[in-house]
């Protein structure tokens, strides 16, 4: 949504940032009373289960390597066709 408006200028500029502040008013009257419900039962969700710290030598430490490594593996040449017997 920043990006939005920091793509616009002038008058849409001013225009987008009125619509969002209304658009954050409208949800803050709508949700008041059902805050404290919601964030209860936020609270009450089970934590998200994490797989454990990898540091071996096959990861990658960067996105970028992680990347690099894709293409690489998209500029392979498909392996060879087999007979089917």
């Known amino acids: 949504m920043s990006e939005l408006i920091d793509n616009s ?3 849409r ?3 987008l ?3 969002i ?3 954050h008013e409208t949800c803050d009257h709508l949700l008041a009373p059902e805050a404290a419900g ?5 609270g009450a969700h089970p934590a998200v289960k ?3 710290h ?3 030598p096959g990861v990658f430490r960067t996105a970028e390597e992680a990347l690099r490594a894709s293409a690489r593996q998209a500029e392979r040449p498909p392996p060879p066709a087999t007979k089917e017997g």
């Open 9 to 11: 200028s002038g008058p």
């Open 13 to 15: 500029k001013a225009m």
């Open 17 to 19: 940032k009125h619509l």
């Open 21 to 23: 502040l209304q658009l």
């Open 38 to 42: 919601l964030l209860e039962r936020v």
């Open 50 to 52: 994490t797989a454990p």
């Open 54 to 56: 990898n540091d071996g």
